[in-house]
């Protein structure tokens, strides 16, 4: 490559504006809020490096519109690829069936692991839900990734993520904030309550052992929903509208039991 060349190519990486950056399209519709360390037996705070409340806001409408709008999409030149997957997940596995209820589920929670590694789950809420609509079944949307990487591997593809590159972006078992990984169905009134990934990252992990009961009893530890490994730092810079919000999570909703060793062996090892 001459000097001319290189020059136009960091000319051009120059101009490209803040709002086509990978990292920021893929987070532009999460919002994150610390929950703060209580520091007593028991809490989550205990084994991970920071908790966070997430929530999605733009979330799509509940009618079956989902193909139509796909085609759309893919088919618009203008929008970014990061973008154009973000806009496919969020109608994707979105969209309930006509003869379901939309519950609105609360916050969920996401621990954030010394190791980088994220623990999804349906946040401490879930389980006064299920006090008034018990919970029926479990249904996971998300799909793993049929392809074996090795730690090498993963970073390269974290690093062409970053870079924009589609190849990586659109590879199978990666997921958006917006992304589905599960479904919670209801017994009343067949409703059902969707979980987001709030991560932008590969999935590593699905928890195949979640069941009615376990998420009920220990939704922040043993019920998890899913482990993501995500790409560029967790969480995002805080927006300037996402910084003037301020948020505050009681302590009791916190308490948990002891720390399950099935998790431990996941994030350690």
Known sequence: M????????NSNKRKRSSDEDPFKLAYQNASFTCI?????PGSPHRYFKESFAFSLENKPPSESVENDADTKIENDPSIDVVDKKAKIDQVSHQCLDKEETQTSLKKQVIHHHANGLCIITAGDSISDMAIENDIERIEFIAKMSSESMSAGEKRKQQAKMMRG???AIEKEGVVTPSTVLAKIHFQKNKAAGKIYAG?????????????????KSDPLLEGYIAIVLPTGPFPPPPTDEQSKETSSINEKDNEVSLIPTSIL????G
Do not use: C, D, F, Y
Request: no cysteine.
């Open 2 to 9: 001459t000097n001319h060349q290189k020059s136009k190519r």
């Open 36 to 40: 703060p360390s209580t520091a007593r």
């Open 165 to 167: 590159k589609a190849s």
């Open 265 to 268: 062996e996941k994030i350690e």
């Open 199 to 215: 991560v932008w990252g590969n999935l590593v992990e699905l928890n195949e052992r979640l069941t009615p009961e376990l998420l």
